[in-house]
């Protein structure tokens, strides 16, 4: 069974930056699209940004377009989320997904981590 692990959560300033991280004990067809959700409390699971196997395909949010940066060095078996110019509305539970194609809502993920807080404080 493929497990993922994020890592790189906390707590920030508004303004500031976090980088996540999110290994994959393997690769396989299933990480061929790797993601990241967040979850704020009271809220439905959403798309953050997704990367294809190569780094040929990139999507993101609108709400995040221009602040956050995702990338992954296979080499690792590991994506990231690179996070600027946090908001306090960015605070949420960051989860990494994997799945072999993509989609942007959370039940098109076979695969989760365990998730990481990220607070932005105002």
């Known amino acids: 069974q493929v497990q993922l692990v994020e890592s790189g959560g906390g707590l ?4 500031g930056s976090l ?9 396989t067809y299933r990480t061929d699209f790797m993601g990241w959700f967040r979850q704020a409390p009271g809220k439905e699971r959403e798309f953050v940004a997704a990367v294809n196997w190569n780094g040929s395909n990139i999507y ?10 995702i990338s992954r060095e296979n080499a690792k078996n590991t994506v990231y989320l690179q996070m600027n110019s946090l908001k306090p509305e960015d605070t949420a539970v960051y989860y ?8 942007r809502r959370w ?4 695969l989760w981590g365990q998730g990481t ?3 932005v404080s105002s």
Do not use: I, P
Not at 12 to 15: L, S, T
Not at 60 to 69: E, H, P, Q, W
Not at 107 to 110: A, K
């Open 117 to 119: 807080q990220v607070t």
């Open 60 to 69: 993101y949010a609108d709400s995040v377009k221009g602040r956050f940066t």
């Open 12 to 15: 920030v300033q508004a303004g």
């Open 96 to 103: 990494c997904a994997a799945d072999h194609s993509y989609g």
């Open 107 to 110: 039940y098109e993920y076979d």
């Open 19 to 27: 980088r996540l991280s999110c290994a994959a004990s393997e690769r």
